[in-house]
C-alpha cells in the first residue's frame, strides 16, 4: 500500500511539473504585434486577403478552461493581448511570420463557424494538436475540433499546438465567416519548453519518495 501511494504522489507531481507556461502575442496593429519572451522579444507580422482588424481588449479569452489545459499549455490569452478579428474566407493563404523561429507554437481561435454553419482553419505543412476547447464568455459554443490538417468549428472555440519549430505558420479559410479570430503564443524562443523551477522540484521529491519506498520495503522483506 505504501507503494501504491508513493506512486500516485510520483505521478501527480510528474503531470504539475509538465504544466508549461506561455507567453502570448499582443496585436498592436493589424499586420503586426509582438512577443515579450522571458528576455527575448520575438516581432510577429500578419498577411492575408481577408478582412482583417486588431481589436485590443476583446474577447475575454475566457473561461481559462476553454483555452488552457493547465498541462501542455499553463495558460491562455487574455482580453489586453487582443484578437486578430478575420472577415471573410477565401483559398488565398493567411501567413504568420516570426522574427526568429519558434518552437511548438500556440493558436487559440475564438468564435470559429456559426451554430448553423461550421467554418475551418485548413493548415498548410503543419498538423494541429488540440489541446483545450470549450465555450466561450462572450457567447457560449463549444470546443473546435481537429481532424488532419483541418481545425473545424461551429461556434467553436480553443487552443492547438503546431508541433515543430516554424518562422511562419500558414492556412486558409475556405469558408465565409463575418466575424471570427485568433491569437498566437510560445514557450520560449528556440527550444522547447522545460518545466518550471517550483515544478521541477517537485518532480525530483517525488522520485526520492519513491526511491526511499522501495528501500523500506526492500528492509522489511
Known amino acids: 500500500m505504501r507503494i501504491f501511494a508513493f506512486l500516485t504522489l510520483l505521478a501527480l507531481v510528474s503531470a504539475d511539473a509538465m504544466a508549461v507556461p506561455i507567453y502570448w502575442n499582443t496585436w498592436a496593429s493589424a499586420s503586426s504585434g509582438s512577443v515579450a519572451a522571458g528576455s527575448s522579444t520575438v516581432a510577429v507580422t500578419f498577411s ?3 478582412f482583417h482588424i486588431a481589436v485590443a481588449n476583446y474577447p475575454s479569452w475566457s473561461p481559462s478552461s476553454t483555452f488552457a489545459d493547465g498541462v501542455d499549455v499553463d495558460n491562455g490569452p487574455v482580453a489586453a ?3 486578430m478579428r478575420l472577415t471573410g474566407g477565401t483559398p488565398s493563404l493567411n501567413t504568420l511570420t516570426f522574427s526568429v523561429p519558434v518552437v511548438d507554437p500556440v493558436m487559440s481561435i475564438w468564435s470559429l463557424g456559426q451554430s448553423s ?3 475551418s482553419f485548413d493548415f498548410v505543412g503543419a498538423t494541429p494538436v488540440l489541446v483545450a476547447g470549450g465555450p466561450s464568455a ?3 459554443g463549444a470546443a473546435i475540433t481537429v481532424s488532419g490538417n483541418t481545425v473545424n468549428g461551429r461556434e467553436g472555440n480553443g487552443t492547438i499546438q503546431l508541433m515543430g519549430t516554424f518562422s511562419s505558420i500558414q492556412w486558409v479559410n475556405p469558408s465565409y465567416e463575418s466575424w471570427y479570430g485568433f491569437n498566437v503564443g510560445m514557450a520560449g524562443v528556440g527550444t522547447a519548453a522545460v518545466p518550471e523551477p517550483h515544478q521541477l522540484l517537485l518532480f525530483v521529491l517525488g522520485l526520492g519518495l519513491l526511491m526511499g519506498a522501495r528501500t523500506f520495503a526492500r528492509s522489511r522483506g
Do not use: R
Request: glycine residues 24%.
Open 81 to 83: 493581448n487582443g484578437i
Open 138 to 140: 462572450e457567447y457560449g
Open 48 to 50: 492575408t486577403t481577408n
Open 117 to 119: 454553419s461550421g467554418a
